[in-house]
C-alpha cells in the first residue's frame, strides 16, 4: 500500500467529502414533517396523533434500520447500500404527494422514508470514520454528523416558504429531487474501503495497518448480514456500556429528533408565532449546530467524551425547562439564546457516542453504534406520538416540555458513569 504522505490530499478527505454531500441531501425530510403538520391538518381534518403516528412510524424504522445498514455496509461496501437508501428517500417523499389517507401518509413518509434514511444517517458517518479514519475521528464523527444539520439549514426555509406560497407537495417534490441528486456524486466518487484505492486509513502506520488486517482476518466468516448484526447486539448486550449508551441515546433522540424537531412549529404556531418564522427559528438550530458538532468531534479527540455527554444532556434539560415560558407570538432574545443553547447541543452528543462505541468494541463499533442509534429513534418515535398527544388532551406542550427535562437529567447522570475500556496488557 502507498503511504498517504505520497499523496497531496488523503482520499479519505474525498471520501469524507461525499460523504458530508449524501447527509445533506438526505436531510430534507428529516425537517420536513414540522412545516408540513399544520398545512396537512388544514387540508384533511386529520389530528396531530394521526400525523404522528406516521412520523413516528418514519423515526422507528429510521433507528431499527441503522444497525442492519450498518452490517450491509460492511459485507457490500458504502456505495451500494448508500445509493439505494437515497432511491428509497427519493421515492418516498415524491409519492407522498399522493397521501389522502394516513395510511398512504404512513405508507411513504413512514415506511418508504424511514427505511432509506436508516440506511445513512449517523450510522453511514460512524462507518465512514471506522473505515477511513484513524487519526481525527472526533472531527470527521462531527463533521459528518454536521451535514444532517447542514440539510437542515438548506431545506427548512425554502419548505417552508414552498408550503406557504404553492403547498406542501411542492416541498416534498423538492427533497425527492434533491436526494435523486446526490445519487451521481456517490456513484463517481465514493469508495468502500482504503484497499480500493491501495491506501492506509488516514493517520495509520504500516504497522497499524498490519495489526489491523490481523485482527479483521481473526474474525470468522460474516455471512448473513442481518444475521451478524444480531450476533454483534448479542455480544454487546452483554455490557453495561452498550446499555448506558442506549439509554442516553434514548434521551437524546426524544428530545431532538421526536420533539423539538417535530413539534417546536406547531408548539410556536400555537403561541401565535407564523409558521415561517418558527421555521427560520428550527432553521436557525441548524446554523449553531453545525458549529456546535464540529466543536464537539475536535473536543472528543481531546476529552473524555462520557463528561462531554453528562454536560451535553445536563444543559439540555435546563433548556427544556425555561422553553414554556420562552415561547411566544414574536421573537425575542431570550428565544434566541435558547435556539443558540440547542443548536450547539444539537447533535453534539454523537461523536463522543461513537468513540465510546469505536473505543469499546473496536471494528464492530459502526454496527455497535447501529444498535445505539436505534435506541436514539425508538426515543424520539415515542416522544413524537406522545407529545403530539399531550397536545391533543391538554391543548399545549408544557407537560411533553418538562417531562423531556427531567429525562435529560437521567442520561446526564448514566452518561457519566460509564466505564472506560480496560487498558490493554502488555
Same mark, same amino acid.
Given at each position: ?23 445533506? $441531501? ?29 412520523? $413516528?412510524?418514519?423515526?422507528? *424504522?429510521? =433507528? ?5 445498514? &450498518? ?8 456505495? /451500494? ?23 398512504? *401518509? ?44 447542514? $440539510?437542515?439549514?438548506?431545506? *427548512? ?66 455471512? @448473513? ?8 447486539? /448479542? ?45 427560520? *427559528?428550527?432553521?436557525? #438550530? =441548524? ?75 473496536? @471494528? /464492530? $463499533? ?11 429513534? #425508538? ?29 435529560? &437529567? ?9 466505564? /472506560? ?6
Amino acid at each position: 500500500m502507498s503511504s498517504p504522505r505520497t499523496r497531496r490530499i488523503h482520499p479519505a478527505w474525498l471520501v469524507a467529502g461525499v460523504g458530508f454531500l449524501a447527509l445533506v $441531501g438526505a436531510a430534507g425530510f428529516r425537517s420536513a414533517p414540522g412545516v408540513m403538520m399544520v398545512p396537512l391538518e388544514e387540508e384533511f381534518g386529520w389530528s396531530s396523533t394521526t400525523i404522528s403516528i406516521a412520523i $413516528g412510524v418514519n423515526i422507528l *424504522l429510521f =433507528g431499527l434500520t441503522a444497525p442492519f445498514a &450498518a452490517a450491509l455496509m460492511s459485507r457490500f461496501g458504502l456505495r /451500494k447500500v448508500t445509493t439505494g437508501a437515497l432511491l428509497l428517500i427519493s421515492a418516498g417523499n415524491a409519492l407522498s404527494i399522493f397521501a389522502t389517507n394516513p395510511f398512504i *401518509l404512513v405508507l411513504t413518509w413512514g415506511v418508504l422514508i424511514g427505511l432509506g434514511s436508516g440506511s445513512m444517517a449517523l450510522v453511514f458517518a460512524a462507518t465512514i470514520t471506522n473505515t477511513w479514519f484513524l487519526a481525527r475521528r472526533g472531527l470527521v464523527a462531527g463533521v459528518l454528523s454536521a451535514g444532517s444539520a447542514t $440539510g437542515q439549514l438548506i431545506f *427548512l426555509p425554502v419548505m417552508a416558504n414552498l408550503v406557504t406560497t404553492t403547498g406542501w407537495r411542492s416541498a416534498s417534490l423538492l427533497i425527492a429531487a434533491a436526494a435523486l441528486a446526490v445519487v451521481p456524486l456517490i456513484l463517481l466518487f465514493m469508495r468502500n474501503s482504503p484497499a480500493d484505492l491501495g491506501v492506509r486509513r488516514y493517520g495509520e502506520s504500516e504497522e497499524q495497518a498490519k495489526v489491523a488486517a490481523a485482527l479483521l482476518a481473526a474474525e470468522p466468516p460474516r455471512g @448473513n448480514p442481518a444475521k451478524y448484526a444480531l450476533v454483534v447486539l /448479542k455480544e454487546a448486550s452483554r455490557s453495561r456500556t452498550f446499555w448506558a449508551l442506549a439509554v442516553g441515546f434514548a434521551i437524546c433522540g426524544a428530545t431532538t429528533n421526536g420533539l423539538i424537531g417535530v413539534h417546536f412549529i406547531p408548539s410556536a404556531h400555537d403561541h401565535g408565532m407564523p409558521e415561517t418564522t418558527a421555521a427560520g *427559528l428550527l432553521a436557525a #438550530v =441548524g446554523i449553531f449546530d453545525i458549529f456546535g458538532t464540529i466543536a464537539s468531534g475536535w473536543l472528543t479527540d481531546r476529552v473524555n467524551p462520557r463528561i462531554l455527554l453528562a454536560i451535553y444532556y445536563f444543559g439540555r434539560g435546563i433548556s427544556l425547562m425555561l422553553l414554556p415560558v420562552l415561547l411566544s407570538a414574536t421573537i425575542h432574545p431570550s428565544l434566541i439564546l435558547f435556539i443558540v443553547i440547542y443548536g450547539l447541543d444539537w447533535v453534539a452528543t454523537v461523536p463522543p457516542t461513537i468513540a465510546i462505541c469505536n473505543e469499546m468494541f473496536g @471494528n /464492530k $463499533g459502526p454496527i455497535v453504534f447501529g444498535w445505539v442509534f436505534a435506541s436514539h429513534q #425508538v426515543g424520539a418515535s415515542v416522544a413524537a406520538i406522545a407529545a403530539g398527544t399531550v397536545r391533543d388532551l391538554t391543548g399545549e406542550y408544557t407537560l411533553a416540555w418538562f417531562g423531556a427535562a427531567g429525562l435529560c &437529567a437521567v442520561a446526564a447522570w448514566v452518561s457519566f458513569r460509564i466505564r /472506560k475500556a480496560p487498558a490493554p496488557v502488555d
